[in-house]
């Protein structure tokens, strides 16, 4: 067996010489970063801010005041809206914690707002004096990208290919892969004998298409995401115990621990996302995927090395003892590779220093024509001012 790959999470390593970023990361405002429990774009996030500072860039991160992080810390609210029903709606309150960060432009040199569905940051793409970066974590749909290409010079991170190609008319400016700590996700060799499904409970998270698989296989399987109305009502009913057990919405130590121990993790997505996280802690624990090949999975799984991709549930059945008989040694080291928290993070800052210098170049050229327009209409006022008339073109 191959070796696990260890080591990977972001140390202060050496750059150029270029002087540190100012850096105001806005994150969702819905829970804290990192999250208590579930929440990608929380954990993501409170990667990218600790991976930055420990760069030496001067990073604050606007968030809720119930996050821990090793940036500075600026905080709207106590508690996420997900805690205090009082803070509704929703909007507002990303709004709000968006103008934060926005008011105190001047002391940045860019602003990069991190958002589930809607970038509301992009109509303030004009109004700030530096740039305003956006990165969504959804598939979005045609009519979506086309209304927010009313700001089509607003610059745009996306999170794989995959939603890149759905960004048209759009700034992307950089493609970057989450990552995951191999620190805290730790290799396990050995697994239980149990199959594994870790999201949400919607229709497009194919959780009855995973429950369907493990019954036609023979193979025990355990669903680990928060109770809701899809769930008691299409999922539970199934639910034995015994075949199909549920653990319940995990938190960091429960969730790794179920993914070390699984055989595999089941990801038969209906619907494209523009990611999956669950895909590369997976792979970072050692486990191999067997998914639908939607969205951005075949992206970030290695067909035939850490999991496989199938076009069906049917064929994802028939392929499943293919992907239990791969090397959890080569999985682990080739999610190592590939997602690696400084590999994100030095990506992100290659990006930034573009963003940055992009709009400076645009800043300086705008003065340039403001410059020369004065000037005209000063010569044009001196002459007006001698009696001389200006030849008309």
Same mark, same amino acid.
């Given at each position: ?240 115990? $015994? #075949?199909?057990?549920? %653990?319940? !919405? @995990?938190?960091?130590? /429960? ?5 070390? +121990?699984? *055989? ?103 003065? $340039? #024509?403001?410059?020369? %327009?004065? !000037? @005209?209409?000063?010569? /044009? ?5 001698? +009696?001389? *008339?200006?030849?008309?073109?």
């Amino acid at each position: 067996m191959t070796p696990p790959a260890g080591g990977g999470g972001v140390t202060p390593a050496a750059e150029p010489a270029a002087p540190p970023l100012r850096i105001a990361l806005v994150g969702p405002v819905a829970q804290s970063i990192p999250p208590a429990r579930s929440g990608s774009i929380e954990t993501v996030t409170a990667m990218l801010a600790d991976g930055l500072a420990a760069r030496g860039h001067e990073v604050t991160l606007f968030a809720t005041a119930s996050s821990t992080t090793s940036a500075r810390l600026h905080a709207v609210f106590q508690e996420g809206y997900n805690r205090d029903t009082d803070l509704w709606p929703w909007e507002l309150c990303e709004l709000f914690n968006l103008a934060a960060a926005v008011e105190r432009a001047g002391a940045f040199d860019l602003i990069h707002c991190q958002a589930e569905y809607a970038p509301l940051s992009l109509a303030l793409t004009r109004i700030a004096p530096v740039p305003l970066v956006h990165t969504v974590h959804h598939a979005p749909s045609a009519p979506e990208a086309a209304l927010w290409s009313r700001y089509a010079e607003a610059p745009f991170i996306a999170v794989s290919r995959a939603q890149a190609e759905r960004l048209a008319g759009l700034d992307v400016a950089a493609t970057i892969h989450h990552a995951v700590d191999p620190r805290v996700y730790e290799y396990r060799a050995a697994p239980d004998d149990y199959l594994l499904f870790l999201g949400r409970f919607t229709p497009g998270k194919g959780v009855l298409e995973a429950m369907d698989i493990a019954r036609r296989t023979g193979h025990r399987l355990v669903l680990a995401a928060a109770d809701n109305d899809y769930y008691r009502t299409a999922v539970a009913p199934l639910v034995d115990g $015994a #075949r199909v057990a549920y %653990a319940g !919405e @995990a938190d960091l130590e /429960a969730k790794i621990a179920l993914l070390q +121990g699984a *055989r595999a993790l089941l990801y038969p997505v209906q619907a494209p996302e523009s990611f999956g996280l669950v895909l590369i802690e997976a792979m970072m624990c050692g486990t191999p995927v067997a998914a639908l090949d939607r969205g951005a999975v075949r992206e970030l799984v290695d067909e035939g090395r850490t999991g496989h991709a199938f076009a069906s549930p049917d064929a994802l059945a028939a392929g499943l003892d293919d992907v239990l008989a791969l090397d959890r040694g080569r999985v682990r080291a080739r999610a190592v590779e590939r997602f690696r928290p400084d590999r994100m993070v030095d990506a992100h800052v290659g990006a930034y220093r573009q963003i940055v210098a992009a709009h400076r170049r645009q800043g300086r050229t705008a003065a $340039a #024509r403001g410059l020369d %327009a004065r !000037e @005209a209409a000063g010569r /044009a006022r001196a002459r007006r001012g001698t +009696g001389v *008339r200006e030849r008309q073109p």
